[in-house]
């Protein structure tokens, strides 16, 4: 089945007719240079923008879907991470059981997730930036649903949040989510099953990362020389229970 | 104490205060009354104390309570709706606003012709106000932003209610009328002032069940409506309700200052950021903070209640802004 169908989607300048289809059970990168418009693209996936065009989630016209239901089908994590109250991290990221009736599912196995048990009570608006992100991944965590959209998620963490963060991803999709990560490592972007590439407000390229990511594409969109070469290669230790 | 603990208590003991400044707030005056008395009175309308306690104490405590409450919860709603906990009625201009409304009724000679159109004047003063900050100053705005959209607001709103004043034709009884607004108190409340403002339980009660949506809203409108909250509509409620109760709060009792930054802000040091929680707390914290404030203001020979807010508040907000700072 489509989990998210976008048909002939603007938002003003900012984005200018963009079409995708995502299928179940996929992680795909969207990459592209400053102000392309992949938060836009998100944002406009999420349902958060005045639009022209069509968003479908799960088969369903996103405008028929009531809010509440929203919630429960789509978690989308903004690149910003401000908090102006005190709320403690649990309660943050409970409120991604919201649209469940605040049912507190998976809240504590989202706090372990992000490696927040340890935090749990603190105020949010005492964390630092790279924490502040934990804690909005966690939140989209717990409510558990099927289409993620997350904005540079990878920006502000550390190497070992980032790859946990890629693993708990690659989890959510095997058990058939859609997890659409906004990036600009195109390393990472390679580790990805499907890469959207964006131009000017518009989808340059889509497919398989090696098959999209060549050096000629690299050239026009980011204007950089590619070439493969051994380099560092980071993991997760084996023993790790990410 | 622990946290747990307080936010358990936090409402008896909310309650319990409000019950006794009430008892308190209806024995202290010219006449002292026991409570003994006070009780007689109630029952015996036609006694002395009965007299004092059904014509003169009993209206002013209920104003008091409802002003209390009103500025108080719309205090919470604008901080969560503008996600900066330094909004407040009387800092963004809408509590002028109300008045503004409310003193050009009172000079146009419109206010005597019916009960209904002092509050409905200061409801339309209020919408002005907000309908300005709004544009000026879009949500989740920086403080520095919203402060001096407020200043701006607050000095034009004063310069419509001096250019008021100031005209030749309005009379010296009209113009007395018109300082007791400026100036904010409880002084001769009557049971008309309190019917008034009666429909600040209704928003009360339509606000209640709003606390856990403040609660998403206060960390970001986009995050809360990607969480399953029909953002729009939230807001609409929430705007509403503040400048209503905001509006017939003023239109009681005129502008009364700081009730809806301090109570809130304290309440939120004392239990902590829910919003389910401050909804209740802040309602029946309010009231109780006015009805001391007035019973403070009168056992110190007639304070009005206006300066003796600002007074506790002033000092209050100046602290907020250095701790912050």
């Keep these: 089945m489509t989990t998210l169908s976008i048909t002939n989607l603007s938002v003003g300048e900012r984005l200018r007719d963009v079409s995708l289809e995502l299928p179940d059970g996929v992680l795909v990168a969207l990459v592209g240079p400053n102000g392309s418009g992949k938060s836009t693209l998100l944002q406009a996936a999420a349902g958060l923008l005045p639009a022209t065009g069509r968003v479908v989630w799960r088969g369903r016209p996103f405008s028929a879907i009531p809010f509440i239901e929203r919630g429960q089908l789509t978690a989308w994590v903004p690149q910003e991470a401000q908090f102006e109250f005190g709320f403690s991290v649990r309660s943050v990221v409970a409120q991604g059981r919201f649209a469940h009736g605040d049912d507190d599912a998976g809240v504590e196995s989202a706090l372990a997730a992000m490696d927040l048990l340890a935090l749990a009570e603190r105020p949010v608006n005492q964390l630092s930036g790279g924490e502040r992100h934990r804690v909005l991944l966690a939140r989209a965590l717990a409510t558990a649903a099927p289409l993620q959209l997350w904005d540079e998620p990878l920006a502000a963490l550390d190497v070992r949040h980032a790859l946990q963060t890629l693993v708990l991803a690659d989890n959510l999709k095997k058990r058939g989510g859609t997890v659409l990560v906004s990036l600009h490592d195109l390393r990472v972007a390679h580790c990805f099953d499907y890469v959207v590439v964006m131009q000017a407000g518009r989808i340059a390229a889509q497919g398989r990362p090696d098959a999209v990511l060549t050096p000629e594409l690299l050239l026009n969109v980011f204007g950089v020389q590619a070439r493969l070469e051994p380099g560092l290669t980071l993991s997760l230790p084996s023993t790790s229970s990410a | ?325």
């Design chain 2, 1 to 325: 104490m622990h946290a747990t603990t307080r936010q358990r208590l936090a409402l008896p003991i909310a309650l319990t205060a409000l019950v006794a400044l009430a008892l308190l707030s209806l024995a202290v005056g010219d006449m002292r009354l026991s409570v003994s008395e006070i009780g007689q009175g109630l029952v015996d309308r036609d006694s002395l104390a009965g007299t004092i306690l059904w014509q003169i104490r009993l209206p002013r405590l209920l104003v008091a309570v409802l002003v209390g409450a009103a500025l108080s919860a719309s205090g919470l709603v604008m901080q969560a709706y503008f996600r900066n906990s330094l909004a407040s009625p009387g800092l963004l201009g809408v509590s002028s606003g109300g008045a503004a409304g409310a003193v050009i009724a009172i000079a146009a000679g419109w206010a005597g012709a019916s009960l209904l159109v002092l509050p409905v004047a200061a409801i339309l003063g209020a919408l002005v106000a907000t309908a300005a900050v709004l544009s000026l100053a879009r949500k989740g705005a920086s403080t520095e932003r919203l402060l001096l959209a407020g200043v701006a607001l607050n000095a034009l709103l004063g310069a419509v209610t001096s250019y008021v004043l100031s005209q030749a034709n309005v009379s010296f009884e009209r113009n007395g009328q018109i300082l007791f607004w400026l100036l904010g108190g409880l002084e001769d409340r009557t049971w008309e002032h309190a019917v008034m403002a009666l429909p600040i339980v209704l928003g009360a009660i339509v606000l209640w069940p709003l606390g856990r949506q403040m609660d998403l809203l206060s960390l970001g409108a986009n995050e809360a409506q990607s969480l399953g909250v029909n953002v729009r509509r939230l807001r609409r409620q929430l705007l509403v309700l503040s400048t209503l109760m905001t509006a017939l709060g003023t239109a009681v009792a005129g502008t009364v200052g700081f009730v809806g930054l301090i109570v809130p802000h304290l309440l939120r040091l004392l239990v902590g950021p829910e919003h389910r929680r401050l909804v209740p707390l802040s309602l029946i914290g309010g009231a109780a903070f006015v009805v001391a404030c007035d019973v403070f203001g009168r056992s110190v020979g007639g304070l009005r209640l206006g300066i003796v807010t600002s007074l506790v508040g002033g000092p209050f907000f100046l602290w907020l802004l250095r701790r912050s700072a």
